[in-house]
């Protein structure tokens, strides 16, 4: 078996069409025009791509986009202060404070004074325990988008049993309790359980958010089984000439081809699905704050 590519490039691109016709609708029934922002501290190279392309995808949408670039100098509360700002500001309908920050400054003070309805990353403790119980809140982005590609691709997930790889905050926690309310069964493994591959070999849907090179080998993947691979891992690649690197996933990915059925590749899975889901919960985040109701979206 060869398993079939689940082109996240392309998916997400039908998600920003959808997004950007949404904005079309609700500028044109009720003169909303959603606005993100996106701050961004110090000059860290990753940080500035990712926010440059968020900046960048928010405008192609027809959205409002404000950026703003604080130095990596900026005390805690100065910072909380911008958000409470931007909290304030009807324009903005959605915060995205980009992470890491500095050492100094405590993450979890900043993104608990983002305004729980303007946390379009759905970090915010109300957030997350709005989607442990089942509640209406904003959910991440990177999980939202694994799960939308697997519901696109394989329908009801209805009964089936699934592996995250990963218990992080932002990835695997909220990873498992979408498949939670998809009536999966979910089995959440770390770097402390006892036999990975064992658990991996059980799985009809696997999703690895790890962060280690092709940690998941070929044949611990069941015959059938769709993988999501979250991992983005930057390896050294001399062939590609000197201080080159390529990018990995936490799969590895031309074994686990031969048993899978559906693959997410990387780059090209999750990666653009991310933006994608912080657009579209942009959109949903103004919805509610109007008092649309963003189910018809
Ligand atoms: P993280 O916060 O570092 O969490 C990694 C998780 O993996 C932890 O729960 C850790 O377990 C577990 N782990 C580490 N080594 C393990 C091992 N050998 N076996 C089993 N579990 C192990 O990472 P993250 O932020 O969730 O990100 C995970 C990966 O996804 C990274 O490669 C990141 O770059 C990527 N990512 C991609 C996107 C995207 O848009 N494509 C977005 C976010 C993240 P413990 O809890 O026990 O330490």
Redesign the pocket.
């Known amino acids: 078996m060869t398993a079939q590519v689940i082109d996240g490039k392309a998916f997400s691109a039908k998600i920003r069409e959808k997004v950007a016709s949404d904005v079309t609708a609700l500028q044109d029934k009720h003169g909303i025009k959603p606005g993100l922002a996106v701050v961004i501290v110090g000059e860290d190279a990753a940080s500035t791509i990712y926010v440059n392309s968020k900046i960048k995808q928010t405008s192609e949408a027809g959205m409002e986009s404000f950026h703003f670039a604080l130095p990596d100098t900026i005390s805690e509360a100065d910072l909380v202060a911008k958000v409470h700002e931007l909290n304030a500001d009807d324009r903005v309908n959605g915060i995205l404070v980009q992470l890491p920050l500095p050492k100094h400054i405590h993450e979890s003070a900043v993104i608990e004074a983002i305004a729980p309805e303007k946390d379009v990353d759905g970090f915010h403790v109300i957030n997350s325990g709005l989607l442990a119980t089942g509640g209406k809140g904003m959910v991440p ?2 999980p939202l ?1 694994c799960l939308l590609m697997l519901k696109d691709t394989l329908g009801d997930l209805s009964g089936m049993k699934a592996v995250v ?8 926690k909220p990873m498992a309790q979408l498949l939670l309310q998809e009536n999966c069964t979910v089995t959440l ?5 006892r036999d ?1 591959a064992g658990e991996v070999k059980q799985a009809d849907i696997v999703v ?5 090179s092709e ?1 998941v080998k070929g044949d611990w993947i069941k015959k059938g089984a769709t993988v999501i691979d ?4 930057r390896i050294p690649a001399p062939e590609r000439g000197e201080g080159k690197v390529r990018l990995t ?2 799969v590895a990915y031309d074994e686990a081809a031969q048993n899978a059925a559906y693959i997410t590749p ?1 780059p090209g ?7 994608a889901c912080l657009l579209r919960n942009t959109v949903t985040a103004a919805c509610r704050q109007a008092g649309l109701d963003d189910n018809d979206l």
């Open positions: 982005c990177t988008g790889i990963g218990r992080s905050n932002i990835v695997g493994a770390h770097s402390r359980t990975l690895a958010a790890v962060g280690v940690l979250v991992g983005m891992n996933g936490d990387v899975g999750v990666g653009p699905m991310t933006i």
